[in-house]
Each structure stands twice: as structure tokens, then as C-alpha cells.
């Protein structure tokens, strides 16, 4: 029980510490906003590791963060082949391919008003099935290697990046427009110079949640059907073994890629679209 009273007194300081950043006056500053996800992150790692090892919790159930961290650094090499076949191949690949495929589509639907009304319908109906369907489909139509995880991919970013775009396209208002066609602009200067900063924000937020769907995507493809590596393929495989320490290994591997993905797209926005309100300081 004691280690489970230390667990309790590392939450009630942790709680504190938050409180204390949150209210300072720096809660605004680069340092405070990262400090409070810093701590609340170290707290649930020490609560974790207090309240498995008070417990005496089975590392079947739920291995301790020591335990995860010892099976990460023997297995660097193995969840690097692991990293490189799911998300370098798989992940980005299809990304790339399903969002530049969604913008080059979202030009012609903006373009044709009739696809507006017949292919965002079909995008919204695409958008429902269930990756779980569609994934075994894909894997019998390509293969087993990263070609049939990067469409599955394709398939998962391709309507949310065109919806967002199209979206965005549509943002301009009826006097913008307007002074564009007092200046004789073209339609296509009109894109280039008004529309498409216009639709910056927008485009980046189809990004952003590409660069989720895209990892997720990746790894669940791989459970119907993969090579003997990639990390959907290490967790089914490591489940059927019990090395439920692998599994959090591998489960941290894709929390850091998604949260660096996440964050390069991220940065690029602020670079780009500095001029938006969303990123004024």
C-alpha cells in the first residue's frame, strides 16, 4: 500500500504544480505551455509505474513503463524494421499520394458544380465504411507488402482533404471576388493571389488530420495481411504471445512518429499562414 499512497501524493503534486503553471503569469509563454503537458505526462508515467508495482499488476495485464522502456531499448533494431515498413513506406507514401490527389480533385470539383453535388455525397459515404472492410479488400488487390497499406491510406485522407479544401476554396466573400474581376483577374490568378491563401487554413487542417489517419490506417492494414515486420503486424503477433510488453513498445513508437508527423505539418502551417488570426500572438 505505501506504493500506492506514493502514486496518490505524485498525483496531488503533479495536480499543483499544473495549477501553479496554469494560473503564473508566463501560462501564455512557449515554457509554460509546454510545461504543463511535461508534467502531466511525467505524473501518469510515475502514478503508472507506482500503482503496477503496488498492486503487483500481471505484465500480461499491464506491464510497468520500466518494463516497456527495457523491452524498447533491446528491440531498437527490430522496431526501427518495424517503423521504416509501416509509416516510411506505408504511412508517408500513401499520404502524399491520397492528399496531392485530393487537391488536384478539389480544383476540378470547384471547377464543375456538378461534381460538387455528386462526388462529396459519394466522399461522405466513403468516409463511413469501415477500415475494417476495406482493408482485407485492398490487401487481396495489391499484396502484402506496403503497396496495399499506402491505399488503404489513400482511401482514409483522400475526403477529408478534399472536403477541407473545397471548403476553403469557397471561403473568399462576394466583394473579394467582385474586386478581382475589376482588376480583369483571370480565374486562375484569381486562385493563385485571392482563393487559395484564403483556403490555406483549411488545407492544413485536412493535413493535420491526415497525418493521424494516415499512421492509423497504416497499422491496421497490416493486421490482414503484411511481410514479417511492420508494427500492426509486430502488435497482432506480440498479442498472440502474451509480449504485451512489445505491444506498448510499439504503441510508443506510433505515439512519437504521430506527434512529430503532427507537429512538422503544424509548424509549416504557422510558417505559411502566419498572416491568419489563428496563429497571431
Given at each position: ?24 503569469r508566463r501560462s501564455d509563454t512557449l515554457a509554460g ?214 505491444v506498448w513498445a510499439e504503441i510508443t513508437v506510433a ?24 496563429q497571431r500572438t
Amino acid at each position: 500500500m505505501g506504493l500506492v499512497i506514493a502514486a496518490l501524493i505524485v498525483w496531488g503534486v503533479g495536480w499543483g504544480l499544473n495549477v501553479a503553471v496554469a494560473n503564473s503569469r508566463r501560462s501564455d509563454t512557449l515554457a509554460g505551455k509546454i510545461a504543463v503537458p511535461v508534467v502531466f505526462g511525467i505524473t501518469v508515467i510515475v502514478m503508472w509505474e507506482l500503482m503496477v508495482r503496488g498492486l503487483e499488476v500481471s505484465p500480461v495485464i499491464l506491464p510497468a513503463p520500466t518494463a516497456i522502456a527495457a523491452t524498447f531499448a533491446a528491440e531498437t533494431e527490430t522496431l526501427w524494421g518495424d517503423f521504416r515498413q509501416t509509416v516510411m513506406k506505408g504511412a508517408l507514401s500513401g499520404f502524399v499520394i491520397g492528399c496531392a490527389a485530393a487537391f488536384a480533385a478539389s480544383l476540378l470539383v470547384d471547377r464543375v458544380p456538378f461534381l460538387q453535388r455528386g462526388l462529396l455525397p459519394i466522399g461522405n459515404f466513403v468516409a463511413a465504411l469501415p477500415i475494417v472492410g476495406i482493408a482485407p479488400i485492398l490487401v487481396g488487390w495489391f499484396g502484402f507488402d506496403w503497396q496495399s497499406k499506402a491505399a488503404v491510406v489513400v482511401v482514409m485522407v483522400f475526403f477529408p482533404m478534399l472536403v477541407n479544401t473545397v471548403s476553403g476554396l469557397a471561403d473568399t466573400g462576394p466583394m473579394q471576388r467582385d474586386l478581382m474581376k475589376t482588376y480583369s483577374a483571370s480565374y486562375w490568378q484569381t486562385l493563385w493571389k485571392l482563393r487559395l491563401p484564403a483556403a490555406m487554413p483549411f488545407i492544413f487542417n485536412g493535413l493535420k488530420i491526415s497525418t493521424t489517419l494516415a499512421l492509423i490506417g497504416a497499422i491496421v492494414a497490416e493486421y490482414f495481411g503484411s511481410p514479417t515486420r511492420g508494427m500492426g503486424f509486430r502488435i497482432s503477433t506480440e498479442v498472440g504471445r502474451l509480449g504485451i510488453d512489445m505491444v506498448w513498445a510499439e504503441i510508443t513508437v506510433a505515439a512519437i512518429a504521430g506527434s512529430v508527423f503532427y507537429g512538422l505539418v503544424a509548424a509549416i502551417e504557422r510558417g505559411l499562414t502566419f498572416w491568419h488570426p489563428s496563429q497571431r500572438t
